[in-house]
């Protein structure tokens, strides 16, 4: 036998679920998983890696859009395969009869029961709707395929 | 078939009906647009998400 060093895939998986602390984090009154929210931001907006929270700042408005977007579906528990943690919503993020005339090409996904906290900055094709339905499709839920991989 | 317009919902016969796709590495993407004498009164986009976020950077690195 031979030792291999790595990061375990089950701390990996841990990770998604909050198992883990190595620093100062916020108190859990309950083991339910967090709410996550789908905000969508204009083709202007400046979001990236750097973003740390959900703001208002650069955000579509328009005709039945709501400040903060939609509530994610999150019907899935992070897995694991392989060496791979992965996490998906388990169903389309769907703006229903939205008037959005200003261009927008991202959505960010972010943790609305912890502070707001980001998680993730998703981007596609420029996009306007007129009295219509925006709907923005997962990938398959499975490793290297899925919205959020930690490889 | 009705259709949701910025002018109430109205008989899609009396429509003009456009419609688009894309495809790329990052998303799929189609659209359907309504037009009432030159004036866009309906769009509706579905993208499907094909490019994830990786967090490549979790290794162990104790060398």
Not at chain 1, 46 to 60: D, F, I, K
Not at chain 1, 115 to 131: D, E, H, L, R
Not at chain 2, 7 to 13: L, P
Not at chain 2, 21 to 48: K, P
């Amino acid at each position: 036998m031979a030792n291999t060093q790595a990061m375990c895939t089950s701390f990996k998986g841990q990770l998604l679920t909050a198992t883990h602390n190595f620093g100062t984090a916020p108190t859990r009154g309950t083991t339910a998983a967090d709410t996550f929210k789908a905000a969508l931001y204009l083709a202007s907006a400046t979001l990236n890696a750097s973003t740390t929270a959900y703001s208002a700042t650069g955000e579509v408005s328009g005709t039945g859009y709501t400040a903060g977007g939609i509530t994610v579906t999150n019907g899935t528990a992070p897995a694991t395969s392989g060496t791979t943690a992965y996490w998906t919503p388990s169903a389309s993020l769907v703006y229903t009869s939205v008037t959005l005339s200003t261009a927008f090409d991202t959505v960010l996904i972010y943790n609305s029961t912890q502070s707001n906290a980001a998680v993730g900055v998703f981007t596609f094709g420029s996009q306007t709707v007129t009295a219509g339905t925006f709907t923005l499709t997962m990938p398959s839920n499975a490793a290297g395929t899925a919205l959020l991989n930690l490889a | 078939m009705l259709v949701t317009t910025t002018k109430g919902e109205m008989d899609d016969s009396l429509l003009e009906k456009k419609e688009g796709s894309l495809d790329n590495d990052n998303e799929t993407t189609t659209w359907v647009e309504y037009w009432l004498e030159g004036e866009l009164v309906h769009r509706s986009v579905h993208v499907l998400l094909k490019k994830n976020i990786v967090a490549e950077g979790i290794q162990a690195m104790l060398a």
